[in-house]
């Protein structure tokens, strides 16, 4: 099959005009200009009009477990405490069923407005092998331990064995708040000897600052309620902290990191090449975090790639949404550049590169399309503005048949 558009956006080089993809097996077969493509290629000619023709779209952090949330817990006018006690109660009503259900909802809606990759993180890694996975998913087990009977080595052995086998497993131990020393060790042990991938949530709200730097506010008050031992708290950071209980070795996935310190920044410079950091926008907004450090994090050299988080503090699944939410923030970064947040460096941030967030030969035939008339110079920004749904969606199970 080849498709044909009016552009191709490929994340691996200029957009081309008048472009075509040829798709075979599930795969990008061959890329270029629609007379090149025809003249080297057989099969179908699917002609799209007039549409930019781009790669699906990879969210870099979500909770499909909590789709069923969606406009049931508000913002907190107090704390980020406060919100984790709401949706802790929230969650106390759900069951099993709801769960799975939840992220069913979440896979559809998510590839709906044209996600095509996900790093989800899920509290029940038993639920992996009974969802519909339609969007290729990097399931990450999220683990906390703060008040649990069990031994670090053996939660992260159960979790990996619940996911099962010909899975893209990952391990996310919670927040340095929620995960001992013993289990973020565990977790780099099996990243070493299994290969599977680590992400956190780490330095999110200002609770956690004044928990981890000065030992006290109401994440400290409401830890140390529930019997977390708080002898790691005061004089650091929560970044410097996770430095010291992690394995660093390792590529870490590392969520929302809003609260940073300058001592904070010469650390992270250290680890340009192991850290990628996911922003999420509108979850952001939510909570009124402290503004994220985008361009201090860009300068660093570090991979910055958005995702959603979860419906218990979004609207919606739409990364479409999310990046016009960052040119709101961040109204000075160019529009190719929020794009590839969403695509060719969410695919990387998950060790993704040869199959999804790009069109190239040999990656997934997993593309999206989007209603397009205008010049080459105005396409990045056309995307970006973007609202609704795709117009076409191709997945890469869908070209095989």
């Known amino acids: 099959m080849i498709l044909r558009a009016r552009f191709v956006v490929t994340m ?22 629609f007379p090149e493509i025809r003249a080297r290629r057989r099969g179908p000619i699917v002609d799209l009009g007039e549409v930019a023709l781009l790669p699906g779209l990879v969210n870099a952090h979500c909770h499909l477990d909590y789709t069923c949330l969606r406009g049931r817990i508000q913002a ?3 704390s980020f405490a406060d919100w984790i006690k709401a949706i802790n109660a929230a969650k ?22 044209g996600t095509r990759g996900l790093a989800n993180l899920t509290a029940f890694p038993g639920l992996v092998g009974q969802a519909n996975e339609i969007v290729p998913t990097t399931w990450f087990a999220e683990l906390i331990d703060v008040r649990a009977s069990m031994e670090a080595g ?53 609770d956690e600052m004044a928990m981890f730097r000065e030992a006290r506010g109401p994440l400290y008050d409401f830890l140390a309620q529930i019997g977390r031992d708080m002898s790691d708290c005061g004089g650091t950071t929560p970044l410097a902290r996770f430095l010291q209980v992690a394995d660093t070795k390792q590529p870490w996935l590392l969520a929302h990191l809003n609260e940073l310190t300058e001592t904070d920044f010469t650390l992270l410079a250290e680890f340009r090449d192991r850290f990628a950091i996911v922003h999420c926008p509108r979850s952001h907004h939510y909570f009124g975090h402290t503004a994220f ?24 699944l739409s990364l479409f949404a999310e990046m016009r939410q960052f040119q709101k923030e961040f109204p000075d970064v160019g529009a190719e550049e929020v794009l590839s947040m969403a695509t060719s460096r969410a695919a990387s941030a998950l060790q993704e590169t040869r199959s999804l967030g790009r069109i190239a030969v040999g990656c997934s035939a997993d593309l999206i399309a989007i209603p397009f008339t205008g010049s080459r110079d105005a396409i990045f920004e056309a995307i970006i503005a973007f609202q609704g749904e795709p117009l076409a969606n191709f997945t890469a199970d869908a070209s095989k048949e």
């Open 154 to 206: 053996e939660i992260v052995k159960r979790a990996i064995e619940a996911m099962g086998e010909g899975v893209k497993a990952g391990l996310a131990p919670h927040a340095p708040f929620t995960a001992s020393r013993n289990l973020y060790l565990e977790c780099g042990v099996a990243a070493q000897n299994r290969g599977v991938l680590l992400t956190t949530h780490l330095a999110e709200s200002k």
């Open 293 to 316: 450090p985008f361009s201090r994090l860009r300068a660093l050299g570090l991979n910055v790639c958005l995702g959603t988080d979860s419906l218990a503090s979004n609207r919606d």
């Open 92 to 113: 106390t009503k759900l069951t099993p069923q709801d769960y799975q259900d939840s992220i069913d909802a979440g896979f559809v809606e998510a590839k709906r407005f």
């Open 12 to 33: 691996d080089g200029s957009p081309i005009e008048g472009g075509a993809v040829a798709i075979a097996d599930g795969s990008i077969a061959d890329v270029g200009a």
């Open 76 to 78: 907190s006018q107090g």
